[in-house]
């Protein structure tokens, strides 16, 4: 494996910056799908930042699909293409009100759609992850939009990875940008409290192993959003 061109980090959002050139890399085929990258102590040697933040941009990165965490053994390369740049041609900035409801309108399909897959395959490893996310998200303090938006992601592109299937990862790949603009829009506008009750009664549900109430829950949580979108826009209007 030929040394990785990493280069040093800056201070400001270093875990931010640390996952986009570990993305970036990803993106290039630096490393290959089946492949492991440098440890998180060669990580933090070669980038001069401190675990954390390498960790954090680790547990973006296989929450999104990009890598696996093989305990034991390491983090690998799940599958990345250039196919996948396409997200660079997604406009992610100034999404309105529309494309926000749209972005949502497009989640409720996909991820409800997936349901019977998710518990075709649903394993103890994952719902340990997925009871872990949610204690950390209603944990999170409501000012901290960032960590809100990326913990949310992170739930829901889980039970993409849980699918199995490769192009319902891959198209949560390759509009990850997209999904994290809108998300982050919804958390600013609407705030935390409902996606913390949401992913909660999600979770039990899939934890029940109950399908049906699993899949209404999604349904309801995502339908609520756009329609929280909907009324704050119609108050915006009328102020």
Known sequence: MSPAPIKTIKSEKIHDQVYEQLKALLLDGHWLPGEQIPSEAELCRLTGVSRVSVRTALKS?????????????????????????????????????????????????????????????????????????VEDLEKTPEEQIEEITELDLAFHRKLCLISGNSLIIRVNQILSDLFRKSMQDVVIALGNQTGRVYHRRIFEAMRRGDRNQTATILQEHIENTIDSIKQASLRQESG
Do not use: C, H, W
Not at 63 to 86: P, Y
Not at 93 to 117: A, T
């Open 61 to 133: 990165l296989i929450a999104q699909g990009f890598l696996v965490s093989r305990q034991g053994e390491g983090t690998f390369v799940i599958d990345v293409s250039v196919d996948m740049n396409m997200d660079l041609l997604v406009p992610i900035l100034g999404l309105d009100k529309k494309s926000i409801i749209e972005v949502l309108e497009f989640r409720k399909i996909l991820e409800v759609g997936l349901i019977p897959l998710l518990f075709e395959n649903l394993s103890d490893e994952d719902l340990a992850y997925l009871e872990g996310n």
